[in-house]
């Protein structure tokens, strides 16, 4: 709820009754939405209220309403909260959605965000979306469910040319309403301030657009999330214990290292890294030894876990406590060159 006259700390609130009986037991027994938290309203205030995601009746043509009231908390009296003011707003729904509307059309509109990596602040902006014809009167953007971060709920939202409202977990809505000026049959949208989540991958969003409280369409899309890079590339050399030759020799195993350091912090026990070498090394050995700074603890008695697999040069570290920000690795491996260059490095993603 909000409009000119409203003051609340730090917002309004509003609860969902379905009690049955007790002081604040529901008229004939039906739930309703209390709105609270806000300073005294002077006479004449203009509010608008908005309820995400009320389940409308699965048949058309038929009467509905909602009752509005207006109370006062007075302690003094029996009953404490009382009656000022209540009216019936009534509406008939003569639309029907065919059960085939209900579902989501996947679509490829053009997304761009400001920021497409993870444990980031980004604006997300579809652009240039056909709406068929002018006058789409709202618009809902829902944001994945999944691994987005709550989007936190404000009335007055800048979303690039609109005004729209947002709404917390578990809605994940911006909706745009009434637009001005009108939408026409072809309009950019920018949803701002979206935390990413932590994991890279294609995510889930969807968007719903209405003409005068009548379906348009639907549409849902995936929104990809990347990896960070880290901050400098991996070091590779010789390690300087275990090797005492500085020079390579083709098709012989020696002793190298590989050295880099986190960006972002990993979960305890779900977090893993994979170390993939191209170029003119091979591993033809299981050996593998790990170094780091600051020292990171193994999840459970099984110690930490370097998987070699010599079929795909790939190695994946595992079964870690919680790993922060800015840890350094050094890895320790035996791998093959077939180039005898001392200043040959292979291609390291990790």
């Known amino acids: ?67 509005l009231s207006i109370m006062e908390e007075t302690w003094g009296y029996n009953d404490p909260d009382i009656q000022l003011y209540s009216q019936e707003i009534s509406y008939q729904r003569t639309e029907y959605i065919d059960e085939d509307d209900k579902n989501y059309d996947d679509a490829t509109p053009n997304v761009t965000l400001t920021n497409s990596i993870i444990n980031k602040v980004t604006d997300i902006t579809i652009n240039d ?92 899309f995936p929104v990809t999330i990347t990896p960070e890079p880290l901050a400098t590339a991996p070091t590779f050399q010789f390690d300087p214990v275990l090797e005492n030759e500085t020079v390579l020799y083709p098709n012989t195993l020696q002793y190298h290292n590989v050295i880099f350091t986190t960006v972002n912090a990993l979960p305890t026990g779900t977090g893993s890294i994979k170390l993939t070498l191209t170029g003119g090394y091979t591993f033809n050995s299981q050996y593998c030894t790990l170094a780091t700074a600051p020292v990171v603890s193994a999840y459970d008695g099984r110690l930490i876990q370097c998987q070699v697999d010599t079929s795909t040069n790939i190695v994946k570290i595992y079964n870690m406590q919680a790993v922060p920000a800015s840890t350094q690795f050094t890895f320790t491996f035996e791998l093959t060159s077939t180039s005898t260059a001392s200043t040959i490095s292979p291609l390291i993603s990790v």
């Open 129 to 220: 979306i056909n709406l068929t014809s002018a006058g789409v009167t709202t618009v809902i953007f829902e944001v994945d469910q999944t691994e987005f971060a709550d989007i936190g709920r404000s009335e007055t939202v800048t979303c690039g040319s609109h005004t729209c409202s947002k709404f917390n977990k578990p809605i994940q809505y911006f909706i745009i309403n009434n637009p001005s000026p009108a939408l026409t049959d072809l309009e950019s949208f920018t949803f701002p301030d979206i935390a990413t989540p932590q994991y890279a991958g294609d995510f889930t969003f969807k968007m719903r657009f209405y003409r005068s409280n009548s379906y348009e369409s639907h549409i849902q």
């Open 1 to 67: 709820m909000y409009g000119p006259n409203l003051v609340a700390d730090p917002y309004v609130k509003c609860d969902l009754i379905t009690y049955t009986s007790g002081p604040h037991k529901a008229d004939m027994n039906e739930p309703y939405i209390n709105i609270y938290g806000f300073q005294t309203l002077p006479a004449n205030s203009t509010l608008t209220i908005q309820i995400p995601k009320i389940l409308r009746y699965d048949s058309h043509n038929i009467d509905a309403s909602i009752k």
